[in-house]
């Protein structure tokens, strides 16, 4: 892998954690200001080294681990930078369970966004398909069918993959909805949490979120050190946003959609990777930055638009 490879896939991971993490930034900080300054100052400073190192640090690596388990769990992180060709191997061998996984969560995720939540309609046809939400439940289960299905024919370990990619969607999903009743109550005051438990709340909601990111990091590399710093550049941007310009980010309406749109993306990309196709590695950072320009494009364009009809 050359520098030019390395760093396009660095920034790339970023930007996609970035990105997909504006509703968690958006959480904290509304959290964040119900609780006292000495609390603040400890979630910013303590839960960029969880959010960093144990989260988006710990969890690739015990995927990958999990994947690929006669690799060890040291030898899981290094496995990306050794010669041996059995180590080589086992990485050929276990990459597609992790990505038909991941690509099936990724899928989920986004039909669920783009049937059952609340959004800006960004491109033609998300209005109707909204509208037509109850749907949802029979896309996702012919989708995984088919899947499933395919993916007996090359490898059962595959299919059972995509079941356990399925499985992760509806348990963060579930966890993700336990979240924002949670915020409801606490910024209705009608919640008893003390600081210290607005922080541990925090913690698990920043570890669900970032499993979107984590999943999606290996459409991108498999090799651990660059998703740790790719993923550990946009966490540490992410806090930023949290303190300083999140109501800022919310003006560009149409961010959700680039992010899901990538996760899209990125899930199909998985797939075809998984079932066989040659994807380069150059593609998952392009086609991330692409499509995140377009909609960051057309949050700009609405935006000098309504500042014209303002001075009008």
Not at 51 to 67: D, Q
Not at 165 to 187: P, R, V, Y
Not at 206 to 226: N, W
Not at 272 to 292: K, Q
């Amino acid at each position: 892998m050359d520098i030019f490879s390395i760093i396009l896939i660095i920034l790339g991971l970023a930007l996609f954690e970035i990105i997909i993490s504006v509703d968690n930034a958006i959480i904290n900080a509304e959290v964040l200001g119900t609780m006292s300054k000495k609390a603040r100052k400890w979630f910013l400073f303590w839960g960029i080294i969880i959010a960093v190192f144990l989260v988006r640090g710990l969890l690739p690596w015990l995927i990958l681990w999990m994947s690929s388990p006669s690799l060890g769990f040291f030898g899981s992180f290094t496995a990306s930078f050794s010669a041996d060709p059995d180590v080589a191997k086992v990485i050929e061998e276990s990459a597609p369970i992790l990505l038909v996984g991941g690509g099936t969560f990724l899928v989920f995720l986004f039909f669920h966004w783009l049937f059952l939540e609340q959004k800006n309609y960004g491109l033609i046809g998300e209005e109707a398909i909204h509208r037509h939400g109850v749907w949802f439940f029979a896309v996702v289960s012919v989708f995984l069918s088919i899947i499933v299905w395919q993916a007996i024919k090359i490898r059962p370990w595959m299919a059972f993959g995509a079941v356990v990619g399925s499985t992760a969607f509806f348990i963060t999903h579930g966890f993700k909805e336990n979240a924002e009743q949670a915020e409801k109550q606490m910024l209705e005051g009608s919640g008893n949490m003390t600081d210290i438990s607005k922080i541990f709340y925090l913690e698990v909601i920043d570890a669900t979120f970032s499993i979107d990111g984590i999943l999606g990091a290996f459409a991108f590399t498999f090799v651990l050190p660059l998703i740790l710093i790719g993923n550990g550049i946009g966490a540490l941007v992410v806090r930023q946003l949290t303190i300083s310009n999140v109501d800022r980010v919310k003006r560009y309406k149409y961010l959700k959609n680039g992010a899901m749109y990538s996760i899209l993306a990125l899930g199909i990309i998985m797939l075809l990777d998984s079932f066989g196709a040659h994807i380069p590695a150059w593609f998952s950072p392009v086609i991330t930055f692409g499509i995140i320009g377009y909609f960051f494009w057309k949050s700009l364009r609405e935006l000098k638009t309504n500042k014209i009809k303002k001075k009008l």
